[in-house]
């Protein structure tokens, strides 16, 4: 069934949509801009949150901050389209995705328990909303030029979360073997010989294939019959 936002949801998912789309550009560009201020951390084994321990941590804090936002503005954007009670489940989580990320903003690496519980809801949140609203939303026929994409990088992002923990453990088991089976207190300027360290490339694609489904589905429901423009 064709569904289009109503008069009194209209003037809203524009804006919303909007908001979606400029802090999931402004993540992206934060992260790509601690590359640049802190290169010190090869983005190839050290994680995103890691810059936390630099001297642009409060950059870290945007970028996470931004992208719980982008989640929130989605997820009002959209809930208008989502009637299924999947939907509806798919909605929550987004939005339990969306605290989890914002949460990291506060509590970055050194918060343990704090930044566990934020990782906890927004990588393993985001995958289960994505899922399960691009299966709702691609049953409405006006959402079907988008529906494959929205699809595909809703898979990519679960599959992230598997190459993370994959690459965590094996980089892990790498270190633990030249330190007489013990992990070593601080990370280490570069990695011994023979370790290959891909975590953290894993660990950017989390993000990347986020915001790219959140900026997906923020562009097509601008698009929507219906919704105003700003």
Known sequence: MNQSPTIDTQNIVSPAAWL??????????LLASLHILSPEFSPSWRVISE?????????????????????WALAVAIKSQVPTT??????AFLVIAGVGEAMAS????????????????GVLGFPVAALLLSIA????????????????????SWISVVLLI?????????MIHPNGGHLPQHAPKSLPKGVLGLDGWADRLIVLFNCA???????????LPGTSRI
């Open 20 to 29: 979606s789309l400029l802090t999931t550009a402004a993540t992206i560009l």
């Open 51 to 71: 810059y936390a321990l630099g001297r642009y941590g409060w950059v870290l804090s945007l970028m996470f901050l931004s992208w719980g936002v982008s989640s």
């Open 86 to 91: 999947a939907g509806k489940v798919g909605l």
């Open 106 to 121: 506060v509590f970055d690496v050194r918060h343990e328990v704090g930044h566990g519980i934020a990782g906890l809801l």
């Open 137 to 156: 939303l691609g049953r409405k026929e006006i959402w079907q030029p988008v529906r494959k994409t929205l699809f595909w990088l809703a898979n990519l």
């Open 166 to 174: 994959a690459t965590l453990v094996i980089i892990t088991m790498q």
């Open 213 to 223: 489904w959140v900026f997906v589905a923020g562009w097509h429901a601008i698009k």
